[in-house]
């Protein structure tokens, strides 16, 4: 029988800097996971990492001419190895150097090293929920960039999410709008408002309208004699929010 004929996967061929385009560290642990996931199940090497393509034996009994028995090499173990130790190099090649340190430096396989670091990102500590969650009550815009700004809050989210603690979007939007300044008040009243509508918007709604208000709210810094307010009024009638 054609053993490659029934091959469930090949081994690996593709380059990964192509695909994960994130080196993991202590912070991106979801986009990290979720580029990772979507590159092994395009090359149908995810049941490596999740456990679901389990190591084969190593060694087989195998029938001889003359009626025995004799233990041979397993081919579907080689192959597996061989897959196994590509995908190990594709993890840990897209590690910063304290992951590698700190969490998978004693794994021997592909599913130790993911379950290790789920293990490491996941866990839903006392201390690491309170941290998570004293950073959402007290981030603030300051002097960041209104995009840098909502990434932070959307990546404390995610991390939250990640250890079992989702937010409710309303509290996503309250926590951005609590964040800013005393220059922000149109927008937040105009979001504010719109919470109690029929159709509640979610998070990644309210983003485009904060950041086209922000937007033009610096387009005005130059020009003392038009203050915020007055930007937003005589902009209200054209549709710069989404």
Known sequence: MDYRAIEPYNPPMLDIVNSV??????KNYILWKRQFEAFLNGQRLLGFVIGSTPQPIPVINAPTITGTSTR????????????????????????SE???????????????????????????????LFELQRKLQTISKQEKTMNDYLRDIKSICD??????????????????????????EPIKTSIEGSMDSQITPAFDDIVPRLVAFDDRLQSYTADTSVIPHL???????RPFFT
């Open 231 to 237: 930007a937003f009024n005589t902009t209200r009638g």
């Open 159 to 184: 991390q939250l999410t990640s250890i079992g603690n989702p937010v409710p979007e309303r509290m996503k939007i309250f926590t951005a709008l609590f964040g800013l300044g005393r220059d922000y």
């Open 21 to 26: 385009t994130v080196k993991l560290t202590e």
């Open 98 to 128: 304290d992951i590698i340190q700190s969490a998978v430096v004693h794994c021997s396989s592909s599913l130790e090293i993911w379950n290790t670091l789920a293990s490491h990102f996941n866990r839903a500590t006392s201390s690491r």
């Open 72 to 95: 041979v090499p397993n081919p579907d173990y080689h192959l597996w190895f061989q897959t196994d130790q590509v995908i190990q190099s594709w993890l840990l090649g897209s590690f």
